[in-house]
C-alpha cells in the first residue's frame, strides 16, 4: 500500500528553519497533488501547503513568505522548506498525498487520501 514517511522535525528558536521530507513508496509523487498539514494540540488539522503535478502551489496566508513547498522527482520526495520559524508553527506536521494530479481545494484534508504519520516542529521563543 501506499506508504508516506516524514522526516526533518525537531526543536528550533525562533527565526530559525527546517526542512521536512516526505519519502513516498508504491506513489508517484512525481505526478499527484500533494500537501503538508499540521496541527497541533487541541486544534484542527491545517493545510500548509499544496504542490500539483503542474507545478501549481497553495499556502496558508500564515506561512506565505516563509515555507517553500517542492518535490524531487527522482528521489519520490516532497520537501517543506521552513524559514524564520515562529513559535505559533509548533505542531505535528503530516505530508499527505491524493490520487489526482491536480487538487481543486489543496489546502482541505478532505482532498486527501494517503497521509504519513507525522513529525513533531516545535519553535522555543
Known amino acids: 500500500q501506499v506508504q508516506l514517511v516524514e522526516s526533518g522535525g525537531g526543536s528550533v528558536q525562533a527565526g530559525g528553519s527546517l526542512r521536512l521530507s516526505c519519502a513516498a513508496s508504491?506513489?508517484?509523487?512525481?505526478?499527484?497533488?500533494m500537501g503538508w498539514f499540521r496541527q497541533a494540540p487541541g486544534k484542527e488539522r491545517q493545510g500548509v501547503a499544496a504542490?500539483?503535478?503542474?507545478?501549481?502551489?497553495s499556502y496558508a496566508d500564515s506561512v506565505k513568505g516563509r515555507f517553500t513547498i517542492s518535490k524531487d522527482n527522482a528521489k519520490n520526495t516532497l520537501y517543506l522548506q521552513m524559514n524564520s520559524l515562529k513559535p505559533e508553527d509548533t505542531a505535528m506536521y503530516y505530508c499527505?498525498?491524493?490520487?489526482?494530479?491536480?487538487?481543486?481545494?489543496?489546502?482541505?484534508?478532505?482532498?486527501?487520501?494517503?497521509w504519513g504519520q507525522g513529525t513533531q516542529v516545535t519553535v522555543s521563543s
Open positions: 504542490l500539483d503535478r503542474h507545478g501549481s502551489t
Open positions: 508504491r506513489y508517484s509523487a512525481s505526478s499527484r497533488c
Open positions: 499527505a498525498g491524493t490520487p489526482f494530479a491536480r487538487c481543486d481545494d489543496p489546502l482541505h484534508t478532505s482532498e486527501y487520501n494517503y
